[in-house]
């Protein structure tokens, strides 16, 4: 399943949990009054937007979580607090999604006989090369 900017409407809004707190980047005399760092708190185990094969790819792939099941994300880049918001929502999104890609097996391919060729000539050529740097007996 492939998670899209829909998914956050799958995502009740009371399965994200928001704190905000004073930023310390850009917003010049905002910068020490206005609330503009928005942190998302996500309980995975607690979804109902996820399923539980989908639930258990996420514990197993996402390292962070530690016998925890919250994915916590933040978001200080723009001035608004609104702005941050929906960055930090796409950040979970663009997580999610990576999380929940299937990983591509290696396909075991045999080498060319070209290349087996060029291997054994490349051999034989520092094996003569090795030969000549010997003393005469």
């Given amino acids: ?33 206005v609330e503009s760092k928005v942190e998302l708190e996500f309980n995975v185990i607690k979804s109902e937007a996820l399923n539980l094969n989908q639930k258990n790819i996420i514990l197993k792939k996402y390292a962070r979580l530690q016998n925890q099941s919250l994915i916590k994300l933040t978001s200080n880049i723009y001035r608004t ?47 003569l090369i090795k030969q000549l740097r010997k003393k005469p007996t």
């Fill in 1 to 33: 399943m492939m998670l899209t900017d829909k998914t956050i409407a799958y995502i009740k809004k009371k399965e994200l949990i928001y704190h905000t707190s004073r930023s310390g980047g850009k917003g010049g005399q905002n910068v020490n009054k």
């Fill in 81 to 127: 607090q609104l702005q941050n918001k929906k960055e930090v929502q796409l950040k979970l999104i663009l997580l999610l999604n990576q999380l929940l890609k299937p990983i591509k097996k290696r396909l075991a391919t045999k080498p060319s006989k070209i290349s087996k060729i060029n291997t054994l000539k490349a051999k034989k050529h520092t094996s």
